[in-house]
T-cell receptor, first 111, second 116 residues
Framework: TQLLEQSPQFLSIQEGENLTVYCNSS?????LQWYRQEPGEGPVLLVTVVTGGEVKKLKRLTFQFGDARKDSSLHITAAQPGDTGLYLCAGAGPGTYKYIFGTGTRLKVLA | KAGVTQTPRYLIKTRGQQVTLSCSPISGHRSVSWYQQTPGQGLQFLFEYFSETQRNKGNFPGRFSGRQFSNSRSEMNVSTLELGDSALYLCASSLLPGATNTGELFFGEGSRLTVL
């Protein structure tokens, strides 16, 4: 069974601070995605990474896919209150049609 | 273009009853997947349909079932409801089946089910 563990589970920081969220598994994924979910809404895709070692940047967000395609990280620089939400990683295993979602990291950025 | 539409948004049922939830995908999307989201278990995959065929199924009991119609609209049904079925049920659509395509899953706002 493929599992995606995210850490930390909860994070409360002040505006302007930096943070990193981790997504780890013992399984290899053909691709990995990061989503953000705000209260009362469904998750919204932030990025997809497919190549081991790949780094993608989205404004203040930096995403990295591990060399072995088993883990990923999300780094936010100078966090803002608008970054508040539930961050979910999701991996697609080889030969399956389903995405496995991580346990989630709930981020709160205080003004 | 219109997003993924789920109905109803909220519903309350009692134990033993059944419920049917509906999902209309984005126009042109042929894949619909369903997820259950709870505070304790997170987002868990229920099943995925593509062109009216169930492509994959998660580890849920047979009380959970679904189907997809020729217009790609999907329904899921939960029979003999239990208290633990209380959750947010999310539907996501995409152009192609999940892992064959690294494209985006577009989620609806969900149907929040409360079982009393």
């Amino acid at each position: 069974t493929q599992l995606l563990e995210q850490s930390p589970q909860f994070l409360s920081i002040q505006e302007g601070e930096n943070l990193t969220v981790y997504c780890n598994s013992s399984s290899v994924f053909s691709s990995l995605q990061w989503y953000r979910q705000e209260p009362g809404e469904g998750p919204v895709l932030l990025v997809t990474v497919v190549t081991g070692g790949e780094v993608k940047k989205l404004k203040r967000l930096t995403f990295q896919f591990g060399d072995a395609r088993k883990d990923s990280s999300l780094h936010i620089t100078a966090a803002q209150p608008g970054d508040t939400g539930l961050y979910l990683c999701a991996g697609a295993g080889p030969g399956t049609y389903k995405y496995i979602f991580g346990t989630g990291t709930r981020l709160k950025v205080l003004a | 273009k219109a997003g993924v539409t789920q109905t109803p948004r909220y519903l309350i049922k009692t134990r033993g009853q059944q419920v049917t939830l509906s999902c209309s995908p984005i126009s042109g999307h042929r894949s619909v997947s369903w997820y259950q989201q709870t505070p304790g278990q997170g987002l868990q995959f229920l099943f995925e349909y593509f062109s009216e065929t169930q492509r994959n199924k998660g580890n849920f009991p047979g009380r959970f079932s679904g189907r997809q119609f020729s217009n790609s609209r999907s329904e899921m049904n939960v029979s003999t409801l239990e208290l633990g079925d209380s959750a947010l049920y999310l539907c996501a659509s995409s152009l192609l089946p999940g892992a064959t395509n690294t494209g985006e899953l577009f989620f609806g706002e969900g149907s929040r089910l409360t079982v009393l």
